[in-house]
């Protein structure tokens, strides 16, 4: 069936470093996707989102790039900080509905001192 | 403050008691969400609503109600829980259903 899946389940960097968390998506029909942020003993958080119609999209300190024709997104954190541990969902839905909404299992990202 | 409230946050029961998980959110949302979350398994939506008295079931239903009389309120609702319910569960919201969710801080239940 369809599914969203991340590559890593867990990466780590040096404090100052740049991250990048990569996800796959194999439904070619989607055509929103979003980046959430889930902190210990908290609910995922909104990061940033981006849709099929743009390769890449900017926020502050974070960047998601989407490659359509490899079905492949990923999320950038640039000069990681140690508030940046956490674990990072990419999601993908069809139409940026939210009942459609299909989360992936998360790559927990850790920052070194 | 804008946001999704859930309560208890930790709850433990025995399995055929009935309770129910409370959600309540301040910011005139008209799309809610009931999701699980199970190691390995990632976020799964067990039911929504798009509006008062209009809601639908999740990848995820068996074994769950709601309910959705008042715009600001999503109870999940476990009629006779048993321990595969045994999961972390978030509430969630967005303004029309196509917009980014925002989440509460979860309920972490334990059926025994």
New interface residues.
Partial sequence: GES?GLHLPTLSVQEGDNSIINCAYSNSASDYF?W?KQES??????II?IRSNMDKRQGQRVTVLLNKTVKHLSLQIAATQPGDSAVY?CAETR?????Q?T????TQLTVLP | EAQVTQNPRYLITVTGKKLTVTCSQNMNHEYMSWYRQDPGLGLRQIYYSMNVEATDKGDVPEGYKVSRKEKRNFPLILESPSPNQTSLYFCASSLTGVEPLHFGNGTRLTVT
């Fill in positions: 969203v979003i959430y003993g908290k609910g995922p958080q909104f989102d969902f139409s940026g509905s939210a009942r909404l989360f992936g299992s998360g």
